[in-house]
């Protein structure tokens, strides 16, 4: 007994005729009968009585449509979820995104995206870049945005563009009309920092120590928006990341590129030995195409 079987069964009980089944299932009618009769021999039960009245079922048959009609109705629901994730109907994806990227850049990346599969089912967080590693590591993540060091072996890393520091001001700071900043400028200077794990800051003290200007203990702060909020209460001088500085450009602060350019590459992070969906895939593919233009500038050292 088969699944083609059992659905001939049931619409033949349903259809009252092996005529009406015939039409209904879109097969000839000696073809509806030899099943229905095979069925029988195989089971070794009377299913139906033949008569003026068209097909009528045995007790043995009504019993048997019973469960027929559950199976085939539940292979009918698998069969329209199936169609439905080539739909992505039933898609989902777990992303994270580093908070300096989450506030601005990653909403107006994929607005397009959001407009075209609007019953998509996602879930956004932000994490750090380590913590953002690790959790596409651990396969808790479908897809992962941030800085990764070279180190990273347990995830695939596709580089989306490069991430600039610039230097934040107060307006009336004493540098704020320089069209670019020298680090023996801001040496002596109160300096707000990014917190140790973050790849600019490194990058900025590196640069600081060897031109002879160790960065003195300060103010550590975790998230590139609240250095720029706290830069515009006059608590001192930033290096942070150009989006986190552009949220704030004109809104208290000053912001000034950097003479010494330090840039951070920013990657597409995935976990090689999970499958990709169908959705991620695609997601990829959008982001790709929406930093194209970025990915163009000359890449971070």
């Not at 009528?56 to 009504?62: H, I, L, M, W, Y």
């Not at 994929?110 to 996602?122: A, K, P, T, V």
């Not at 107060?170 to 920092?193: F, K, M, N, T, V």
Request: hydrophobic share 45%; with cysteine; aromatic share 6%.
């Amino acid at each position: 007994m088969n699944y083609r079987q059992c659905e001939i069964f049931v619409t033949a009980l349903e259809a009252g005729s092996v005529t009406a089944a015939a039409d209904r299932l879109g097969l000839s009618q000696p073809a509806v009968s030899k099943s229905l009769k095979l069925l029988e021999t195989e089971l070794g039960v009377r299913l139906f009585r033949r008569g003026a009245k068209g097909l009528q079922p045995t007790d043995e048959g009504r019993s048997l449509y019973l469960e027929a009609a559950r199976l085939t109705e539940s292979f009918s629901h698998l069969e329209g979820y199936a169609q439905g994730l080539a739909r992505l109907e039933h898609a989902r994806l777990e992303i994270s995104c580093i908070p300096a990227l989450s506030i601005a850049w990653l909403p107006e990346a994929i607005s397009d995206f959001l407009r075209e599969y609007g019953d998509l089912s996602l879930s956004f967080r932000s994490f750090s870049s380590p913590e953002t590693v690790q959790r596409v590591a651990r396969g808790e993540l479908d897809i992962g945005i941030s800085q990764a060091r070279n180190e990273d072996l347990s995830i695939e890393k596709t580089r989306l563009f490069d991430l600039h520091a610039v230097c934040v001001l107060p307006p009336r700071h004493r540098l704020a009309g320089a069209a670019q900043i020298r680090l023996d400028q801001i040496a002596a200077e109160r300096i707000l920092s990014l917190s140790t794990a973050d790849e600019i800051r490194r990058k900025f003290e590196a640069l600081m120590l060897m031109a002879g200007h160790p960065v003195q203990g300060g103010i550590e702060v975790a998230i590139g928006a609240m250095l720029c909020r706290m830069v515009a209460d006059g608590h001192g001088l930033g290096i942070v990341d150009a989006e986190s500085a552009r949220l704030f450009d004109g809104a208290g602060i000053v912001v000034r590129p950097l003479a010494e350019e330090i840039s951070v590459p920013i990657y597409l992070l995935q976990n090689p030995l999970k499958p990709q969906s169908l959705i991620a895939r695609k997601f990829v593919d959008h982001l790709l195409q929406v930093t194209a233009p970025r990915r163009d500038t000359p890449r971070a050292p």
